[in-house]
Every structure is written in structure tokens, then in C-alpha cells.
Nanobody, 121 residues
Framework: QVQLVESGGGLVQPGGSLRLSCAAS????????MGWYRQAPGRQRDLVAR???????IYADSVKGRFTISRDNAKNSVSLQMNSLKPEDTAVYYCNAKVLRRSGYVPTDYWGQGTQVAVSS
């Protein structure tokens, strides 16, 4: 099995910064894309940022210029540096990874448990 464990969420004032981290572990052969998604109350889960195994990244328009996604392939981890946070960034943030298991034939999406980010004064 594969597990994704997130850390770094919390409460921050508008304009502040947070760094989220997520580490994958378990029966992993390789990890393809990794990303961060968020879901605010009453809204769907949306892409925040995603990064390929070679380091190519995409961002939601709402976070471009403020958030930076990165990954450490040696640690099977992905991070999201969030700067200039706004109240509208408040959401539960979920780590996602497309993983090919050692016993698998095709990659499968895995999700972290979610971590709360609250931006409020």
C-alpha cells in the first residue's frame, strides 16, 4: 500500500506564509505527477498546483505568483510554499500523487488525509 502524510497546515493572517509538505511511503515503484488540491466549504476540490517527475509545474490562476510547488524525488515528497496568503485561500489542502506500486501494472492516484489552512485576521 501507499500512504501520503501531510504537514504544515495552520492558521495564518492575510499576507502571511505557510509551507505544506507531503511525503509518500509504502510499496512504491515510481511516482509520476504530484500535486496539491484544495476544497473550501461548499465548493468542489480544485487543483492548486501540480508537478511532474521531471519538475514541470502548473498552477491555478488564482495562486500564480504566490505559491510555489517543488518536489524531492529522493524523499518521495512534494511541498507547497504559500506566500501572500489571502482569506480566499482558506481550505482543506490535499496532497495527491500518481504512484506505480511495485506490484502494480498501472499508476494509481493516492490522496493524503488533508490539512486545514485558515487565512484570517
Amino acid at each position: 500500500q501507499v500512504q501520503l502524510v501531510e504537514s504544515g497546515g495552520g492558521l495564518v493572517q492575510p499576507g502571511g506564509s505557510l509551507r505544506l509538505s507531503c511525503a509518500a511511503s509504502g510499496s512504491i515503484f515510481s511516482i509520476y505527477d504530484m500535486g496539491w488540491y484544495r476544497q473550501a466549504p461548499g465548493r468542489q476540490r480544485d487543483l492548486v498546483a501540480r508537478i511532474t517527475s521531471t519538475g514541470t509545474s502548473i498552477y491555478a490562476d488564482s495562486v500564480k505568483g504566490r505559491f510555489t510547488i517543488s518536489r524531492d524525488n529522493a524523499k518521495n515528497s512534494v511541498s507547497l510554499q504559500m506566500n501572500s496568503l489571502k482569506p480566499e485561500d482558506t481550505a482543506v489542502y490535499y496532497c495527491n500523487a500518481k504512484v506505480l506500486r511495485r506490484s502494480g501494472y498501472v499508476p494509481t492516484d493516492y490522496w493524503g488525509q488533508g490539512t486545514q489552512v485558515a487565512v484570517s485576521s
